[in-house]
């Protein structure tokens, strides 16, 4: 795993998208049995994976590597794509509010968070009607030695599956979190 992180590709886009070296946080084994789909709501307010989160940690990269192999109906991840960008409307909020000496350190979704902060919602999710209908959602699913590398800004989660399938077949992971080093 040190060898395979230590790649000058994987050094290049941590250290690009960081903007110099990154501090790896967490080195996690996970297994996780897919779960039948559930009510959207539902999901979202026992702040389950099942629902579209983002991490709510702002820039971070997880690397994750498949350690059995997964097909397309499985409990694999899905991303929306181009979720982990940042508004336009929120970039220009945030502008205006640091001119001001507010939050200063702030790099992640803002609107969302302080929308689902006012009405009492978990504050990283968002409803998967609206979701789909701003983002494409791409599935990640193959084979034992997959490599995946996300930004956590970006809407995600664990797929459910939809019919009485395997529940006893898991997911396993290796997954590598990298963010910012403080200064």
Known sequence: LYDFLNRDYIQYILTKYFDGLPKCSVVLFSETKPQIKKDDKKIISE????????DD???QIKINILLNDLDKNSNGLE????????SFLDTFLLRILK???FYKNWDK??????????LGKKVNFMSE?????KFKISKVYGLSGLVYIFDTNGF??????????DLNFSRKLITVYFNKKKN
């Open 109 to 118: 979704h803002f609107i969302n968070y302080q929308k689902n902060k006012l």
């Open 47 to 54: 702040g389950s994976l099942l629902g579209f989160h983002n």
């Open 79 to 86: 991303y929306a794509v181009s979720s982990h960008k940042i």
């Open 57 to 59: 940690s702002g820039k």
């Open 129 to 133: 009607q609206k979701v789909k209908s």
């Open 156 to 165: 995600h989660r664990q797929a459910s599956i939809s019919t009485q399938g």
């Open 99 to 101: 001119l001001f000496g």
